[in-house]
């Protein structure tokens, strides 16, 4: 006959680590107490240990799914903390996180994504810019959709996002306050709502001051064309398409600033002594590019955290949007003009 393995305990956990019962305790009961390093450490023991509602059988089959469009391997940078965000909540709820990502042609054919038969999904994430009707598609399934750093306006569900409107007017106006009066901005305005909505707080910003925006500093793009001009190759044609440069720029994300300055600089052009530069998002990179970048910081962590809290509330509103406001990180790619 064969042996009954003998019941897991706290106790059993706490000799295996060399810690107190205490602090399994504090772990397992997601309280406070233990630090987020060592209540891992702990919940990896109980796991590989099979402890109460730890073991297989007993583990939640509820999941929620982010659903990743292909061009967000791009985005890393900005979207690495979101998924981080959802993943840390759904294990604190105890829900399985999973990310999936969509091809450009199964987007377009509108080919949701599978999951494993044994999973209940709870809802979707629509982490940035997709099909709208992708969008509807995964409404008909009946579970709720959340959409991040995104918002549809004819697409009835829940948004997280930025809010981009008041800043690009913050951006803006932090390059009209340090005297500068040729300003440009650049940015996909039709490629993403987020960078349209930036693009107005500029346009707002400058004639709220009465400062002239010149027609060719204004690069937003073509609408029938799905470029980020994140890239060098993708934005240099564009500057050289100006007659000549302004003593600002507002790009509408981090990584055009990023490339922007790349341009300028290969062309021997002081940063930020000829020509300023700030972006929007505060990617790592900011800090790390020379100079580092003056920008437009948002909080992915908690947009994250909100989007996992908006989705598995029990009276989830579609009509409700949240948006949240970005704080502007002075560094040294804007100078004051005398």
């Given at each position: 006959m064969q042996r009954s393995?003998?019941?897991?305990?706290?106790?059993?956990?706490?000799?295996?680590?060399?810690?107190?019962?205490?602090?399994?305790?504090?772990a397992l009961g997601k309280k406070k107490g233990v630090s987020d390093a060592l209540r891992k450490q702990i919940e990896d023991a109980?796991?590989?240990?099979?402890?109460?509602?730890?073991?297989?059988?007993?583990?939640?089959?509820?999941?929620?799914?982010?659903?990743?469009?292909?061009?967000?391997?791009?985005?890393?940078?900005?979207?690495?903390?979101i998924f981080w965000s959802i993943e840390k909540e759904s294990k604190k709820n105890n829900y399985v996180s999973i990310m999936t990502g969509i091809t450009r042609g199964a987007e377009?054919?509108?080919?949701?994504?599978?999951?494993?038969?044994?999973?209940?999904?709870a809802g979707y994430f629509v982490i940035g810019i997709v099909n709208p009707a992708y969008v509807v598609k995964l409404l008909e399934t009946g579970r709720p959709v959340v959409a991040v750093d995104i918002r549809h306006h004819r697409v009835p569900v829940r948004s997280v996002t930025s809010s981009n409107l008041s800043g690009g007017f913050a951006a803006t106006m932090h390059l009209i306050e340090s005297g500068h009066?040729?300003?440009?901005?650049?940015?996909?305005?039709?490629?993403?709502?987020?960078?349209?909505?930036?693009?107005?707080?500029?346009?707002q910003a400058m004639d709220f001051s009465g400062v002239e925006l010149k027609g060719d500093y204004d690069i937003t793009g073509n609408k029938?064309?799905?470029?980020?001009?994140?890239?060098?190759?993708?934005?240099?044609?564009?500057?050289?398409?100006?007659?000549?440069?302004?003593?600002?720029?507002?790009?509408?994300?981090d990584?055009?600033?990023?490339?922007?300055?790349?341009?300028?600089?290969?062309?021997?052009i002081k940063i930020p002594e000829?020509?300023?530069?700030?972006g929007f998002d505060d990617i790592p990179m900011a800090q790390m590019v020379f100079p580092a970048l003056t920008t437009m910081r948002v909080d992915r962590r908690l947009m994250g955290k909100l989007a996992f809290n908006a989705l598995i509330e029990p009276r989830y509103d579609f009509r409700r949007n949240i948006n949240l406001s970005s704080v502007l990180v002075e560094r040294d790619s804007v100078r004051k003009v005398k």
């Open positions: 393995k003998t019941k897991v305990t706290m106790d059993d956990i706490a000799r295996r680590l060399n810690i107190s019962k205490n602090s399994v305790s504090l109980a796991r590989e240990m099979n402890y109460g509602g730890f073991a297989p059988e007993n583990i939640k089959s509820r999941c929620v799914v982010s659903i990743v469009p292909e061009y967000i391997h791009n985005d890393a940078y900005f979207y690495s903390d377009a054919e509108l080919d949701l994504p599978q999951t494993p038969p044994e999973m209940d999904v009066t040729q300003i440009g901005f650049i940015g996909p305005v039709y490629a993403a709502q987020s960078i349209y909505e930036r693009w107005c707080g500029f346009k029938n064309e799905f470029k980020l001009f994140d890239a060098v190759e993708a934005l240099e044609p564009l500057v050289d398409s100006v007659e000549s440069l302004p003593t600002a720029w507002f790009c509408a994300g990584r055009i600033a990023i490339s922007l300055i790349n341009i300028l600089t290969r062309r021997k000829e020509i300023s530069v700030i």
